[in-house]
């Protein structure tokens, strides 16, 4: 993935060289930021063999109504309070998932459409319809708050965001979860065959209900995050935008299938996508054709993944002869 992101980008720079700067990779970063974040709670859920679709509704209620309890609250300070109360109601956003799947033993994929409807629904009928530009004193200025800045003479002023922060401490943290825990080690092990899991030991809807309450606290971070750089807090934010986090948690490694996954998979997967979106439009691809090339290399991508990942007929060969000799 890392060798196939350098080359698209030598590419694009040999018929665009204001492509290679540092505030081109730094504006990149930052609109990878967020996505990765979600993409980071997905994982989790893919990882066990199931799809939920409704992440990017369960971050745009989170953020939306974090927002509009601390405008009431007359709350005016920065991000961190944004972040802990939009996590929170994410994770409980996740556990009521969890809490009707495992209860009445439904696949995630067809109740994460309800509720893909119904946190939307609350943002747009119960809190406001109306994107709110009001932001606490604190909350203004963070959109450009950099870690380190450079000058542009095509893009202006750019910088890498210190919100990279956030993803390289929650990717830390998911690695480890992931890696080193039980409830983590299970999430593969449900994935790759909840038969086999059930009889090791592992509570399924346990695991399953742990897996959406990350989904959604990384989702409601995600959506403060975003909130932030757009400077406005809006009832529909990230709507459309799902499919786009799933390819790119399934281009960094994992599987709709379950049982396969990585961080850093994920966070490449989200990262190539942008590159991608970003060169088609230094390339001058027009926007209505964007979404044609793009889908167009993601077949290409899914084709070839599957081929490489297809054993050999002599490994075939091989594995059988092994077995008969084994009866």
């Given amino acids: 993935m890392g060798i196939l992101l350098l080359v698209i980008c030598a590419v694009v720079g040999v018929f665009s060289p204001?492509?290679?700067?540092?505030?081109?990779?730094?504006?990149?970063?930052?609109?990878?930021?967020?996505?990765?974040?979600?993409?980071?709670?997905?994982?989790?859920?893919l990882i066990a063999g199931e799809v939920n679709l409704s992440f990017c509704s369960v971050a745009a209620f989170s953020a939306f109504a974090t927002h509009h309890l601390l405008l009431r609250l007359g709350y005016q300070g920065g991000i961190g309070?944004?972040?802990?109360?939009?996590?929170?109601?994410?994770?409980?956003?996740?556990?009521?998932?969890?809490?009707?799947?495992?209860?009445?033993?439904?696949?995630?994929?067809?109740?994460?459409?309800?509720f893909w409807m119904f946190w939307y629904g609350m943002n747009l009928f119960v809190i406001s319809p109306i994107i709110n530009f009001t932001l606490?004193?604190?909350?203004?200025?963070y959109y450009s708050r950099y870690i380190v800045t450079v000058q542009d003479p095509v893009i202006g002023v750019s910088g890498l965001h210190e919100a990279i922060i956030?993803?390289?401490?929650?990717a830390l943290l998911m690695w480890f979860f992931l890696r080193y825990t039980m409830m983590g080690r299970g999430l593969y092990a449900v994935g790759g065959n909840r038969e086999?899991?059930?009889r090791i030991g592992y509570n399924v809807g346990k695991i399953l209900t742990i897996a959406l309450v990350l989904s959604g606290a990384l989702s409601g971070i995600a959506g403060v995050i975003q909130c932030s750089f757009y400077r406005y807090f809006t009832p529909t934010l990230f709507r459309g935008q799902e499919l786009s986090v799933l390819t790119a948690v399934v281009i960094g490694g994992a599987s709709l299938e379950g049982g396969r996954g990585s961080v850093l998979g994920t966070i490449l997967g989200v990262f190539?996508?942008?590159?991608?979106?970003?060169?088609?439009?230094y390339l001058g691809v027009k926007g209505e054709?964007?979404?044609?090339?793009?889908?167009?290399?993601?077949?290409?991508?899914?084709?070839?993944?599957?081929?490489?990942?297809?054993?050999?007929?002599?490994?075939?060969?091989?594995?059988?002869?092994?077995?008969?000799?084994?009866?």
Wanted: hydrophobic share 55%; no cysteine; proline share 5%.
């Fill in 18 to 45: 204001s492509f290679i700067s540092f505030a081109t990779l730094f504006e990149m970063v930052r609109g990878s930021l967020a996505f990765a974040i979600m993409g980071l709670g997905v994982l989790p859920v």
């Fill in 289 to 327: 054709y964007q979404q044609f090339v793009l889908g167009l290399m993601l077949i290409i991508f899914f084709v070839a993944s599957s081929i490489k990942r297809k054993p050999r007929p002599e490994k075939m060969a091989k594995l059988e002869e092994d077995t008969q000799g084994g009866r």
């Fill in 166 to 170: 956030y993803l390289l401490a929650m």
């Fill in 81 to 114: 309070m944004y972040l802990i109360l939009s996590g929170l109601m994410g994770s409980l956003a996740g556990w009521v998932m969890g809490v009707i799947v495992t209860r009445f033993k439904l696949r995630v994929f067809p109740v994460s459409l309800g």
């Fill in 136 to 141: 606490p004193p604190g909350l203004v200025g």
């Fill in 196 to 198: 086999v899991a059930v």
């Fill in 272 to 281: 190539f996508i942008q590159v991608v979106t970003r060169s088609l439009v």
